[in-house]
């Protein structure tokens, strides 16, 4: 339903996701906003392939986002080196990501990309 907002330009998410990222996301989408959010693996990387998607710049900020491994994860693998390798294979340079409170675990998804400079990470406190 989300794609049928063709002016949206800023959406904010919060609960828990899992799975891979399912979201049709309108293409007038400029900021997209993870706040307090508990997610998989696959549906962080299969989110960035799907901004990948847009054709301009997107800022995506993470605050407090959790990982959360996905049940698939835990019985092979395969996928989730599938995931990582299109998304290195796509250009990403046109999504700016903004964490804060990021896990250890978030900035080796986020190593390598080929993301815009203005990625600013913060470790929480804990």
Avoid at 38 to 61: F, G, M, Q
Avoid at 81 to 96: H, K, V
Wanted: charged fraction near 20%; proline fraction near 2%; glycine fraction near 4%.
């Amino acid at each position: 339903m989300l794609h049928t907002f063709n002016k949206l330009t800023t959406l904010t998410l919060r609960g828990t996701y899992t799975g891979r990222c399912d979201l049709r996301l309108p293409a007038s989408l400029q900021c997209i906003g993870l706040m307090e959010f508990k997610c998989s693996y696959e549906w962080v990387c299969s989110l960035l392939i799907t901004l990948s998607s847009l054709d301009h710049r997107v800022a995506c900020n993470l605050w407090d986002v959790v990982l959360q491994p996905c049940e698939e994860a835990r019985e092979d693998y395969s996928h989730i080196f599938d995931l990582r390798s299109e998304m290195l294979a796509r250009d990403l340079s046109n999504i700016t990501i903004f964490v804060r409170n990021g896990s250890k675990e978030l900035f080796k998804i986020l190593s390598g990309l080929s993301i815009r400079s203005a990625l600013k990470f913060e470790f929480g406190s804990a």
